[in-house]
Every structure is written in C-alpha cells, then in structure tokens.
C-alpha cells in the first residue's frame, strides 16, 4: 500500500475554506455511485503492460466499499479502458507521439475488446446489479470517451466515489472532469494505486485541494454504514 502523505498547509487551508474536513460525509446512498476505474489484467497482473503492483494490494479496500456501497442503497460501476480503431483516429497524438511503436502495439493488444488485459481483475467483488462502463480516453467524462455521464444522470446520481488506477492518471482526470461538472467527489486515499508514492501524494493533494473530498476506506465505510442505518430506519 501506498504512505499516504497529505501536506499539512494543504489540510490547513481546506479547513480554513470550508470549516470542515470532510463536507460530503452526509451521503445519499440513492445518488451516489462507486466508480472503480481501470482494475483491469493489463494494469494488475505480474509483467503485465501498464503493471501498477499497489493496485493489486488495494483490491480488498475496493471490495469492502463496493459491499458498503450496495448495503446503503448506492451503485457501482465498474469502468474498462478500452482502446479500439476509432480512438486510434480520435486520440492519434496519444498512439503516436507520446508512445513508440512497440509501446503503441503493446496497449493495442492489452486493451482491445478481445484481449485479456482488458478484462476486469477476477478477485473483485462483481455483482449481477452492478454496472460496467467502457471508457476510451483517461477521464470517463470527457467527450466521446463513455456515456458515464448519461448513465449517471439518469439514475439521479449527484456524488461520486473514486477508486482504482492509476491515481493520477485515469482517476485523477475522471475525479477532475467530475467535480466541474457538479459532481461531488469522495476520492479514497488507500483506494487509489499509482507507480509510486510520490505520484499518488501528490495527486492526493490535489484533490483534497481543490477537486474532491479525500477520504480513507474506513472514514468512508462509516459514513456509509451511518446513511445505510438511517435508510433502513425510514422504511
């Protein structure tokens, strides 16, 4: 698992902005969903072609939030990275400037449909209710990438959970794109997985900055446990 390093400066000046640390703590379970980016072969098994070894170490805290998740009534979306033709023509300086022809053909045969790097990693906790989204850009929200957003909206969902990898890849621009678009965003601090600590501390705080609510699995499971309680209370 990854050090977890938040500046204290930085939880400072959160503190002296919105007179709290965590201010989406009182959650609506019916409009909130789970998002569990890229835990796909292709960025978890040993040798794979984007192989991120804390995003195996994660899974369990993954798990525990997706049960947490549907005891209180929330969804969870299991999102894929795709890479298919229409990409390569839409997103052409990703396939060919920042990446050689090896590299390219390497994320070609992970990512595609039909491969195995693209399937979902099988220890996840993958319900029938659950739902799988396929994205084909880094953030799930920009055009032309999924129809999360669609998806979402019409289901009521206004609060979004952040899990998954990389954290200042996919997750970082999903959670970016999200808050501006008036989503509210929990991003789960040992959640998350990058190459490197530093890589994740520093999108870490980021988000507790500027973009999302940062919070732990178990600060996270209480409050949903907490909404599940009073749900179950009203009926």
């Given at each position: ?33 789970h998002l569990i ?156 997985a990058a190459l ?40």
């Amino acid at each position: 698992m990854h050090k977890i390093e938040i500046a204290p400066e930085v939880m400072n000046r959160v503190k002296a902005w919105r007179g709290t640390t965590h201010m989406f703590e009182n959650l609506d379970p019916a409009r909130t969903a789970h998002l569990i980016v890229d835990l796909q072969n292709g960025f978890m098994e040993v040798g794979a072609t984007v192989e991120l070894p804390v995003a195996r170490d994660i899974v369990p805290n993954v798990n525990e939030i997706c049960k947490a998740v549907r005891a209180a009534g929330g969804t969870n979306v299991f999102i894929r990275y795709l890479i298919d033709e229409p990409t390569h023509v839409a997103w052409s300086t990703w396939f060919t400037d920042f990446a050689n022809p090896q590299r390219a053909k390497a994320m070609n045969d992970t990512f595609s449909r039909s491969c195995h790097g693209f399937e979902l990693w099988p220890t996840l906790d993958v319900k029938s209710e659950d739902l799988i989204v396929d994205k084909t850009r880094f953030g799930a929200f920009v055009p032309g990438s999924s129809q999360l957003h669609e998806i979402l909206q019409a289901r009521g969902i206004d609060t979004l959970i952040i899990t998954g990898t990389a954290t200042n890849v996919c997750c970082e621009s999903t959670t970016r794109d999200a808050m501006q678009m008036n989503y509210k965003v929990i991003f789960v601090a040992d959640g998350n997985a990058a190459l490197t600590d530093a890589e994740h501390n520093a999108t870490l705080n980021n988000m507790a900055a500027l973009f999302a609510d940062v919070m732990t699995t178990a600060e996270l499971v209480g409050f949903l446990e907490k909404a599940s309680a009073m749900r179950q209370a009203a009926e």
